[in-house]
């Protein structure tokens, strides 16, 4: 059904701009758990300004959002909530993981924490920093806004693109199944892929 | 009739509300607008008047105190800042001086100075975000922009003291990372002299503004004795005239040289703690404002006979006590001995009295370091506040409550 | 901090306690049969009534540790400004003791919290169950024959693509 179009071929004058309004009107929904969230609540305040660039509200509602920012850890008691409210945006939507956490796991190498919200949700943009300052927050929404405006289109072919569902290699961790079967913590330790 | 009369007599009624069909449930969260952190509560609804809340937490639980056996005491502090992250100083602080208590050990008086001023700018910290997190789920969007510019100052405050905005794990072992420089003196002294403008400010805002003082005045009580049965401390316990504060009771660092207040109130609702916060800013000012005036000078660390921090460069260079002190310290199957033994030491956190209770076992990391969670237990009080009350009073009496999920969950 | 007299009425009352100091600190190891009673004592006669924390320690990789668990309960009067601390030892497979509940509302969540990590049960505990851990959990982490990443359980969830999700 849809064309194959590599990434790098330019889109017409209505997919730029369509990309244009879009990314100028990104609605984020701050998926804030922990001490990102805080910093997070400071770029949207008055001296670092997130409205400035389009981020006029931040809803709280998946329904009427663009942009997930995954601000700070996700342990595995809240990673369904995540993946629910991925689902249950509209597309054409885009994900930014905030801080070292939401990224790789960060500081924190424990049973309950997941190292990277990227092996279970696909991510756009990362940013480093525990917390990162709100300037890096800023960047990663002006090059966020980058992406959309080089990629975009109008009927969102770009998401359904073959080279974005590779999974990177370095997510490729431990089979579950090949651990020593000791005693066991789940009733069934199956892994769906 | 009058807000608390509607209330008293809607109250009496709950007594037969399973005969009545228009009860149901309502999930409200981990994932919501009106409170900022990731708790679930399940709310057994009246209409909209809540006869049970039932409270679901662990959204946010990483194992703190699981890498506590495996971080020694210097590495663990970073870790501590994740805790209470609107005011990660005073964990900081709370850590290292339980460490400290473990191993015997005395700090220099620049130390316990800097130490002090850094607790109490925590404590306005957390004050501006606990009021201003209040004030916008209640409406007010203007004063927590007020309370969160400040927060800016204050981040820039600590930034040119040790280069983080904040989760600075500033304190060491035995002293701090860096000595205060002139510069963030001066810093401090220009905060003192312009803060107490805005402080005004907000109070002028929301004081005695009918709209706010509806929505929290005889909402969620908490009356002493309950707060003293259900553990709870700090400002939520002092608004219901419990008269306890570890910086008067159990003096630590340099409170015993300062004139300060304790604020009390005697209503215990919403109202209450938010007048507590608000004087609680302006007692802080004032042992600020002493402390910065009178700070002692000379070294911050404590000596190199004690072997716990590291040695200033200039002694490991030239005297030998420093070159072996700097060994002792770095080599991977050296570091300090920690006597095998258990203790608990406490601070009067802004959220009530954080204490870390430390098993040692002769190595630098701790066999066990258990925290004591303010926020933890101050959420357990939540659903015999909230009974009674309408759907819209959860959110003051959450934000009143100061929960933060972190130290929550840990 | 505590006055001698508080000390003298527990041994008193309790021959069985066994009692030790560290830091200022003053400890009181109590037998698990005779805790619910100096629960009571210390709350109604020497005025304990606020109860800071109950938590527990994992011996088993301790030197000289004779009990696998210790639990403790951190104790302190408002009024006099005395702190307390009792310990209980505790063995497999008998990971059982009265719950203090009935003495101080506030234990309800910090009881719960030590059985989570630890598997130490309650009696006369009114709401049981893990507090900060999915239920679907079935080890105790903070033991010390748990691993720090755990074994497997955090990443066992399904993947959400682009093209699906």
């Known amino acids: 059904m ?5 990434e790098n071929v330019v889109v017409s004058r209505l997919d730029s701009l369509a990309s244009w309004c879009r990314k100028n009107s990104l609605w984020p929904m701050p998926f804030a758990t922990a001490c990102c969230g805080i910093e997070l609540m400071a770029t949207g305040a008055s001296k670092h300004d997130l409205a400035r660039f389009g981020a006029e509200v931040m809803r709280f509602s998946p329904r009427q959002c663009d942009l997930m920012i995954v601000a700070g850890r996700v342990v595995m008691k809240m990673l369904p909530v995540l993946q629910r409210i991925w689902q249950q945006m509209h597309e054409p939507k885009w994900c930014i993981s905030m801080g070292a956490c939401a990224s790789t796991g960060g500081v924190f190498d424990t049973y309950s924490v997941v190292q990277g919200i990227d092996r279970f949700i696909p991510v756009d943009m990362y940013v480093p920093g525990c917390p990162p300052r709100p300037e890096q927050l800023i960047q990663a929404i002006i090059d966020l806004q980058d992406k959309i405006q080089a990629e975009g289109t109008i009927g ?3 998401f359904a693109m073959r080279s974005r569902q590779q999974p990177k290699r370095a997510l490729v961790e431990l089979n579950v199944l090949s651990l020593p079967r000791g005693v066991s913590n789940l009733p069934q330790g199956v892994r769906v892929e | 009739m009058s807000v608390a009369e509607t209330k008293k007599k809607t109250l009496a009624d709950l007594a037969g509300a399973e005969a009545r069909d228009y009860r149901w449930t309502l999930n409200f969260g981990p994932q919501h607008p009106a409170t900022h952190t990731t708790l679930r509560l399940v709310l057994m609804l009246d209409g909209e008047r809540v006869v049970d809340a039932i409270p679901d937490i662990g959204y946010l639980h990483s ?17 501590t800042d994740r805790m209470n992250y609107i005011s990660p100083l005073a964990n900081n602080v709370a850590w290292h001086g339980a460490v400290e208590r473990l191993l015997g050990l005395e700090l220099t008086p620049r130390c316990k100075y800097l130490r002090t001023i850094i607790c109490e700018l925590a404590r306005i910290s957390d004050h501006l975000l606990c009021n201003g997190a209040v004030g916008l789920d209640v409406g007010a969007f203007t004063f927590f922009l007020y309370g969160f510019y400040q927060r800016e100052v204050l981040y820039d405050i600590f930034e040119t003291l040790c280069g983080a905005r904040f989760t600075n794990s500033y304190t060491r072992v ?6 205060a420089t002139p510069l963030v003196i001066e810093k401090i002294r220009t905060f003192v002299r312009t803060f107490p403008k805005t402080l005004d400010d907000m109070e002028r805002l929301l004081n005695r503004n009918r709209i706010f003082v509806d929505r929290t005045k005889g909402v969620g009580i908490l009356s002493k004795e309950e707060a003293t049965n259900r553990s709870a401390t700090g400002p939520i316990a002092r608004a219901s005239g419990v008269t306890r504060d570890l910086r008067k009771d159990e003096p630590y660092l340099a409170y015993a040289d300062f004139d300060f207040n304790i604020c009390c109130a005697t209503a215990g609702d919403c109202f209450a703690r938010y007048l507590v916060r608000m004087a609680e800013m302006r007692e802080s000012l ?37 070159t ?8 991977a199957n050296r570091g300090f001995t920690v006597p095998e033994e258990e203790s608990y030491a ?3 956190s802004p959220n009530g009295e954080l204490g870390f209770y430390l098993a040692g076992d002769g190595t630098d990391v701790a066999y066990r370091a258990r925290c004591r969670p303010p926020s933890f237990i101050h959420f357990s009080l939540f659903p015999g506040l909230i009974r009674g009350h309408t759907l819209s009073d959860i959110v003051a009496v959450l934000g009143s409550l100061n929960i933060i999920a972190a130290e929550l969950d840990r | 901090m505590i006055k001698p007299e508080t000390i003298t009425a527990l041994g008193e009352r309790f021959p069985a306690v066994r009692f030790s100091e560290f830091r200022d600190q003053q400890r009181a190891a109590v037998p698990a049969a005779e805790l619910a009673e100096v629960f009571g004592f210390v709350k109604e006669t020497q005025g ?11 011996y088993l990789n301790y030197r000289n540790a004779e009990d696998r668990f210790g639990l403790v309960y951190l104790l302190a009067n408002t009024t006099t400004n005395e702190r307390l601390t009792l310990r209980v030892y505790v063995n497999e497979p008998n990971l059982s003791v009265p719950s203090a509940t009935t003495y101080w509302k506030g234990a309800n969540w910090l009881e719960r919290e030590v059985y989570d990590m630890f598997g130490i049960e309650f009696a006369g505990h009114p709401d049981l169950r893990r507090i900060l851990l999915p239920d679907e959990f079935t080890a105790h982490p903070l033991r010390k024959d748990y691993p720090l990443q755990g074994r497997g359980e955090r990443h066992n969830f399904p993947v959400l693509t682009r093209e699906e999700g």
Do not use: W
Not at chain 1, 2 to 6: C, G, L, Q, S
Not at chain 2, 63 to 78: A, M, P, R, S, W
Not at chain 2, 174 to 179: E, F, K
């Open chain 1, 2 to 6: 849809a064309i194959e179009i590599p």
């Open chain 1, 156 to 158: 969102g072919r770009e």
């Open chain 2, 63 to 79: 194992g703190f105190e699981k890498i506590g056996e495996h971080l020694d005491y210097n590495q663990y502090v970073t870790v």
């Open chain 2, 174 to 179: 035995g002293g701090l990372m860096y000595d």
């Open chain 2, 286 to 322: 004032k042992i600020v404002t002493q402390a910065i005036e009178n700070l002692p000078s000379g070294p911050v660390n404590v000596g190199i006979d004690e072997r716990t921090t590291l040695p200033s460069k200039k002694q490991v260079y030239s005297t030998i006590e420093g």
């Open chain 2, 324 to 331: 072996i002190s700097h060994f002792e310290m770095v080599m």
């Open chain 2, 346 to 348: 406490a601070i009067e």
């Open chain 3, 48 to 58: 304990f009534d606020l109860l800071v924390d109950v938590t527990c320690v994992d």
